[in-house]
């Protein structure tokens, strides 16, 4: 029985990522901002998913389902748009990483050590209970508060950081949030880690004597346990109205559902996309909650940074257009501080972070973004985090062979969808990095004015 019990079990592994049988993604490389717009608009044409998103001084990892791969490779070729496989196998890739996950726990077991949110990747019950731990333990400093409820029902919850209880109203206002979007989970981490470093490990007094802190790092609660349970590469929420389309494709991306340009680039108007911006803005009861964060702390908020990845980029407004704000200055200086204090802190395997304006960056607009509406309502410095990824160079006689079978076999995990769970700690680390400088550099900005 016992046997049964175990083969069953691994049976249930390795059936988990189905979905993904014949999945491939790509390496892309566009040399022009021409072959980047329409790198750009194969995301509605043909679905593509960038989990790297691509720049014309850097590869981007294009996620292409089976359907249309063929069209996929016959307009790269047309444009001349260089590629090269990156998985021919995302199914056996995903099942890689679920092993490192769970021998990473194994090694917390063995040495009989609590595993810590910023050590591993973990669910939704363990990560709320690190939350709830720390608010318990540090009451004089920390309120948890549960903002709000998910589509299916599930709590939102933030933590409220300050020395003074929010009552100093000399006090600038910090908010961080992370996993809008449901598969980045190595955001999470980042924003636990700010957790600990202001509550348990405290090292900068700085930080607690200036400014109050808000730090939400689970803002899609339902899209984050259905990545794990489902779909791993889930990117939008969870919800669904009495539209029929809407039940069988749920879910709204929640950084397109903000209400600013909402709907009109970078967005798509089928409930199937990954870019879906939903019936209306703020038709989510997740990006409600950030809103509403906003808006209440308005008036002290002199920051706000959400956390996404990958790509190694601190991005500011305008992203729907790629004008710049009235305090473009500002949050360039600033950007370039929190990517310096990072990558004085970074791994050797890991590319420096690039910053700037979102669509002059990325080469492609979009709209209805958290960090833009944040700006557009008075929050003078906002920013999109893309943590990085690991970057590989490979010679290859021939980029456009789909059947060399060393572009996936004979390399390592470092390949994969998420950061293998060794580098988890060092990016919350050297994001923790950027986020206090940035907290310092926009005071000193803001005070300035």
């Known amino acids: 029985m016992k046997v049964w019990i175990l083969v069953s079990l691994c049976a249930v592994a390795f059936a988990k990522h189905e979905i993904y049988t014949g999945w491939k993604s790509y390496y892309v490389a566009p040399a022009t901002q021409e072959q980047l717009s329409i790198l750009g608009s194969l995301e509605s044409k043909l679905d593509v998913d960038y989990f790297v998103r691509p720049r014309v001084d850097r590869e981007g990892v294009a996620l292409v389902k089976p359907r249309y791969q063929e069209e996929f490779l016959n307009i790269l070729v047309k444009e001349g748009i260089s590629h090269r496989v990156h998985s021919k196998d995302i199914k056996s890739q995903l099942d890689i990483e679920d092993e490192l996950i769970e021998a990473r726990h194994a090694e917390f077991r063995a040495r009989s050590t609590p595993e810590k949110p910023y050590d591993n990747y973990l669910r939704l019950d363990a990560i709320y209970n690190y939350m709830d731990e720390v608010a318990a333990n540090h009451p004089n400093i920390v309120k948890q508060v549960t903002a709000g409820r998910s589509f299916e029902g599930r709590p939102i919850k933030y933590l409220k950081i300050s020395s003074t209880n929010f009552e100093d109203t000399s006090k600038s206002v910090i908010f961080v949030d992370a996993t809008m979007h449901a598969r980045e989970w190595i955001t999470t981490p980042a ?150 204090a990072i990558y004085a802190k970074t791994l050797p395997v890991f590319p420096r972070y690039t910053v700037g304006n979102s669509l002059l960056v990325i080469g492609y607009g979009s709209s209805g973004a ?80």
């Not at 790092?217 to 349970?229: A, F, Q």
């Not at 590469?233 to 600013?260: A, E, P, Q």
């Not at 060399?404 to 994969?416: I, M, S």
């Open 191 to 340: 924003a636990l880690y700010a957790i600990h470093k202001l509550v348990e490990n405290r090292t900068d007094p700085e930080l607690l004597d200036h400014f109050d802190w808000i730090i939400m790092p689970m803002s899609n609660p339902d899209g984050y346990e259905y990545s794990h349970t489902n779909e791993r590469f889930w990117r939008k929420t969870r919800s669904f109205d009495r539209n029929l389309i809407s039940f069988l494709c749920r879910g709204v991306d929640g950084n397109r559902n903000f209400d600013f340009h909402w709907g009109t680039v970078g967005t798509s108007d089928h409930n199937c996309a990954d870019i879906y911006p939903g019936t209306k803005p703020f038709s989510e009861n997740e990006t409600r909650v950030v809103r509403d964060v906003l808006k209440e702390n308005l008036s002290r908020m002199i920051l706000y940074i959400t956390i996404h990845s990958y790509g190694s980029m601190i991005l500011y407004p305008w992203g729907h257009d790629g004008s710049l704000s009235n305090n473009a200055l500002g949050l360039h200086t600033v950007g370039v501080a929190m990517a310096d």
């Open 370 to 449: 958290a960090e833009d509406y944040a700006h557009s309502i008075g929050v003078p410095l906002t920013y999109t985090y893309e943590l990085p990824g690991i970057e590989h160079d490979y010679d290859d006689d021939d980029d456009d062979d789909e059947d060399d079978d060393d572009d996936f076999a004979n390399d390592d995990h470092l390949k994969g969808f998420h950061l293998d769970p060794q580098y988890i700690r060092p990016v919350a680390e050297e994001t923790w990095e950027g986020i206090s400088v940035g907290a310092k550099r926009a005071r000193a900005i803001v005070r300035s004015k």
